[in-house]
Nanobody
Framework: QLQLVESGGGLVQPGGSLRLSCTAP????????IGWFRQAPGLEREVVSC????????YYDDSVKGRFTISRDNAKNTVYLQMTSLTPEDTAVYYC?????????????????WGQGTQVTVSS
């Protein structure tokens, strides 16, 4: 069963940057669409960004457009979420999710495999 592992979270000051990574030990992510989601305390999990398996289609929620960049390095079997100009509103647990196939639908229920999440805290 595909298991995803997120890393790269932490505490960062407003205006700072972080890069999250998503890997799948023992599995190849080449044929999977990947999504990044986040969940803040007391709120529902929401989509942040998605990328298809060929890396020629990406999606960004309006709240992160222009600040976050999703990418994948198949040689490293890793999908990244580069986050810049972070604000306290970006504070959340960030999850990566995967679904076998070439495309994606940017909704939670499309993805069947999930990681455990990594905490991102933006605070001065």
């Amino acid at each position: 069963q595909l298991q995803l592992v997120e890393s790269g979270g932490g505490l960062v000051q407003p205006g700072g940057s972080l890069r999250l990574s998503c890997t799948a030990p023992g599995f190849t992510l080449d044929d999977y669409a990947i999504g990044w989601f986040r969940q803040a305390p007391g709120l529902e999990r929401e989509v942040v960004s998605c990328i298809n398996s060929a890396s020629d289609s990406t999606y960004y929620d309006d709240s992160v457009k222009g600040r976050f960049t999703i990418s994948r390095d198949n040689a490293k079997n890793t999908v990244y979420l580069q986050m810049t100009s972070l604000t306290p509103e970006d504070t959340a647990v960030y999850y990566c999710a995967a679904e076998l196939g070439t495309s994606y639908i940017p909704i939670l229920t499309y993805f069947s495999s999930w990681g455990q999440g990594t905490q991102v805290t933006v605070s001065s």
